[in-house]
């Protein structure tokens, strides 16, 4: 059986799929193109899928009757057209729980950059500017009695809802529904809009869906305290990049922090003028345990699929 992967992955997972079946693995050092992606699924009986490959219905169609899972390495799967493989039979599975922590943590030291100004003192000092200790000099926000807004408690919201906890932060949340995991964070469930009207940090940790494409457009920017801070590692359709840039160079809010971008690797080009803007090439997973773990459970899926077994991690439409 044909297993595809459109990307370098750790040995440790090419063993487990191996033992599953024939693995072709791309070896070109970027994502493949549309057309190279629907050449190599032909024949497939499962794809191991990144985040930057559009996994749709002329996918499926292009490997075959044969295919029956793809392995999505990434706990969002926005990237893939669940509705039209499962239409085609065919089973989607993620990497849900093993990134939690890797991202939370990234969010906290982009939120900790922005607010403290790291990314700007360290882009000072290289540019060999002069500069001297003082009391007014690069004054950031402080964290503790602030009002951190999670926009979706799940398992990374909860996880971000943790650290800031520790920061002294008041945590406020939104979503689609009221979550179990309130009570032992202290976070109390409020409209979206009342959200981004009172907290000090907003941190998007929703998915992307069609609901939450341009969540934070102009509207929602203007509704948000001109002293308050943006952080996305979720992904970067939920925000509107160019009304964001407008906003900060408005004033209307005091800085943004980015993981994830609209249109990936491009970045809006006023963002990068801007220093009051903290920006990471999507790192939120970037460890070595934890993409290690990612690759290792979406083999597993591949694995229990191939075998007649149930995916460890299903999606559903
Ligand atoms: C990364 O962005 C993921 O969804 O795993
Ligand atoms: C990720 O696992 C999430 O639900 O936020």
Redesign the pocket.
């Known amino acids: 059986m044909r297993i595809v992967v459109t990307r370098r992955v750790p040995e440790a997972a090419l063993d487990i799929l191996r033992e599953a079946g024939e693995v072709w693995m791309s070896d070109v050092d970027r994502p493949l193109s549309p057309d190279e992606l629907r050449k190599a699924a032909r024949g497939a009986a499962a794809i191991v899928s990144m985040l930057h490959d559009r996994i749709d219905g002329t996918v499926a169609d292009s490997a075959g009757p044969g295919l029956r899972v793809v392995a999505n390495v990434a706990?969002?799967y926005d990237n893939v057209d669940v509705a039209a493989l499962a239409e085609r039979g065919v089973l989607v599975t993620n990497t849900?729980?093993v990134?939690?922590d890797a991202?939370a943590d990234l969010t906290f030291g982009l939120l900790l950059a922005l607010t403290r100004r790291i990314a700007e003192g360290d882009r000072l000092l290289r540019a060999r500017r002069p500069w001297s200790f003082h009391l007014g000099f690069m004054l950031g926000a402080g964290l503790r009695g602030k009002t951190l807004g999670i926009v979706?408690?799940?398992?990374?919201?909860?996880?971000v809802a943790r650290r800031a906890k520790a920061f002294g932060m008041r945590i406020i949340y939104s979503g689609r529904s009221r979550s179990a995991a309130e009570a032992g964070l202290d976070a109390r469930f409020v409209p979206t809009a009342e959200l981004l009207a009172t907290a000090d940090v907003v941190s998007l940790?929703?998915?992307l869906t069609p609901e939450t494409t341009h969540l934070i457009d102009a509207e929602a920017l203007a509704v948000m305290k001109p002293g308050a801070f943006l952080v996305n590692t979720?992904r970067g359709p939920v925000v509107d990049e160019p009304a964001l840039a407008d906003a900060l160079l408005h004033g209307e809010i005091a800085g943004a922090a980015l993981d994830v971008f609209e249109k990936e690797p491009e970045v809006e080009p006023r963002l990068l003028e801007l220093d009051n803007v903290v920006l990471t090439p999507h790192l939120g997973s970037a460890t070595v345990e934890t993409r290690t773990e990612m690759a290792l459970l979406a083999a597993r899926n591949v694995a229990a699929v191939l075998s007649g077994g149930e995916p460890l991690n299903p999606v559903h439409p």
């Open positions: 706990v969002g849900p729980g990134l939690t991202t979706g408690l799940g398992q990374i919201g909860q996880a940790h929703c998915p979720t």
